[in-house]
């Protein structure tokens, strides 16, 4: 213990100072993921690339506020079906739709989900019409908590619409009807700076009355490509789902209506003859009912026609009267002509 003593006695201690802490870690959220609209039996790759994009006209703005999607081609059940553009309440002021479209990456066309924003963002240079030229949006503005419609570009009913204005559109993209970028006779667009910006922006997906839309035109298997040779009978409607709706407008070149293709996979025939519901007798085919005695002159009427009456056999209460054929009445034969008799002189 004295050695220890002695040799501490010698030594000088030093205690050692902790380092400072380390300055609190600022937290950075990580920008947000490009959204994928959720799928409805829908795949976003694709090894063929979609059809031309339809030719049709638009339909009429609804009301005020409401904003134009364009159509497009989405995936589904190993092919192609037509997404009809719509008019649609964006989900909040100050906001526009940037348009999906498919873009051959990695030897496959995928496809880049639309989004709303406050600019409009890169959507392939694909030239969707109606404002939607490739670059940028040409078919209206926000003005304050308003939307003001270009009625030279959009189709706007001024009765119902009231903030509009006219400015000459000037279109630098070359007008065709290819639906997707890059890749064999795609777009060659390329994002603008401007675009990178607005892609970097904070986005709101889809809104549900979109969602449903894109439902409805899943189901309907008229608009399949496969079903329609690119030409759907439903290429735009007035609003979201709207797919019987007065307005619905049909592509050129379409095989039905618009009508028709809406009520496809419901029910209801398409361009078929009409046929009785289940547990009816089958309808007679016009102008073959028998009419009441006495009535000649009608459709299908036979005056020599014997109907029986209640109590007689055959004869069913409530039960419409068959018509009974009359028998021919039998015809004499025909006599043969007397030869005129030889006169005197006559060889």
């Known amino acids: 213990m004295l050695l220890a003593a002695a040799l501490l006695g010698g030594c000088e201690v030093r205690v050692a100072t902790p380092p400072p802490p380390p300055p609190p870690r600022v937290y950075v959220p990580p920008p947000p993921p490009a959204y994928v609209e959720p799928a409805v039996d829908v795949e976003v790759h694709a090894t063929e690339p979609p059809p031309p994009l339809p030719d049709y006209e638009q339909p009429p703005c609804p009301e005020d506020g409401y904003l134009w999607t364009p159509g497009y081609w989405a995936w589904g059940g190993g092919g192609y079906y037509w997404v009809p553009g719509t008019w649609v309440q964006p989900p909040r002021v100050g906001v526009l739709w940037t348009p999906g479209y498919w873009g051959f990456v990695g030897g496959v066309y995928a496809f880049h989900a639309g989004y709303w924003g406050p600019h409009i963002g890169y959507y392939g240079g694909v030239n969707y019409g109606f404002g939607y030229v490739g670059v940028g949006f040409a078919g209206g503005r926000w003005v304050g908590n308003s939307f003001a419609y270009n009625r030279s570009v959009v189709n706007v009913n001024v009765t119902n619409v009231h903030n509009t204005y006219n400015e000459t559109v000037i279109n630098n993209v070359t007008v065709n009807k290819v639906s997707y970028n890059g890749g064999p006779g795609g ?65 050129r070149g379409a095989t039905t209506t618009p009508a028709a293709a809406a009520n496809a996979g419901k029910g209801a025939p398409v361009n078929r003859p ?38 007689q056999p055959g004869a069913q209460p409530g039960a419409p009267k068959p018509a009974v054929k009359a028998q021919p009445k039998p015809q004499p034969k025909p006599q043969p002509k007397p030869k005129p008799e030889k006169r005197e002189g006559e060889k």
């Not at 009409?274 to 000649?296: I, K, L, Q, V, Y």
Request: aromatic letters at 0%; charged letters at 10%.
């Open 187 to 251: 777009t060659t667009a390329a994002p603008t700076a401007q675009e990178k910006v607005a892609m970097a922006e904070p986005h709101t997906p889809p809104t549900p009355a979109q969602h449903q839309h894109v439902q409805e035109a899943a189901r309907n298997p008229d608009l399949a490509a496969k079903a329609n040779g690119g030409h759907p009978a439903i290429a735009a409607t007035p609003r979201p789902g709207a797919f019987r709706a007065p307005g619905v407008v049909g592509a």
């Open 274 to 311: 009409e046929t009785a519901a289940p547990g009816n007798t089958a309808r007679p085919a016009p102008n073959t009912m028998a009419h009441a005695p006495g009535s000649p002159g009608q459709p299908g009427a036979n005056p020599g026609a014997v109907h029986p009456t209640a109590g």
